[in-house]
């Protein structure tokens, strides 16, 4: 069974930082691309950022020189440093499988940016 759990999230105000975790199991993690996708409300669930199996990064423009994205194939984790905050980062955020997420989601971690 596949199982995403993701971690980290809170308050923080705008220019702050915070640091996200995801831990992946019920797969050969390091066989998948993955992603770091957020969710904000009356908003359709967009894609923040990816990793490939070989550490290939790439962003949405959004958050471009802020975020980063990083796995650990033995741990079966990814993270997401968010730095320099924006009241627009305010969403849920999840990971899961690049490009074609399995159908099972983890709860998501909130992350809300407000002074």
Same mark, same amino acid.
């Given at each position: 069974? /596949?199982?995403?759990?993701?971690?980290?999230?809170?308050?923080? +105000?705008?220019?702050?930082?915070?640091?996200?975790?995801? /831990? @992946?199991?019920?797969?050969?993690?390091?066989? !998948? *691309?993955? @992603?770091? !996708?957020? +969710? @904000?409300?009356?908003?359709?669930?967009?894609?923040?950022?990816? $990793?490939?199996?070989?550490? /290939?990064?790439?962003?949405?423009?959004?958050?471009?020189?802020?975020?980063? $994205?990083?796995? *650990?194939?033995?741990?079966?984790?990814?993270?997401?440093?968010?730095?320099?905050?924006?009241?627009?980062?305010?969403?849920?955020?999840?990971?899961?499988?690049?490009?074609?997420?399995?159908?099972?989601?983890?709860?998501?971690?909130?992350?809300?940016?407000?002074?």
């Amino acid at each position: 069974q /596949v199982h995403l759990v993701e971690s980290g999230g809170g308050l923080v +105000q705008p220019g702050g930082s915070l640091r996200l975790s995801c /831990v @992946a199991s019920g797969m050969i993690f390091g066989y !998948y *691309d993955m @992603a770091w !996708y957020r +969710q @904000a409300p009356g908003k359709q669930r967009e894609l923040v950022a990816t $990793i490939t199996t070989s550490y /290939v990064e790439n962003y949405a423009d959004s958050v471009k020189g802020r975020f980063a $994205i990083s796995r *650990d194939n033995v741990k079966n984790t990814i993270s997401l440093q968010m730095n320099s905050l924006k009241p627009e980062d305010t969403a849920v955020y999840y990971c899961n499988r690049n490009p074609s997420p399995w159908a099972y989601w983890g709860q998501g971690t909130q992350v809300t940016v407000s002074s």
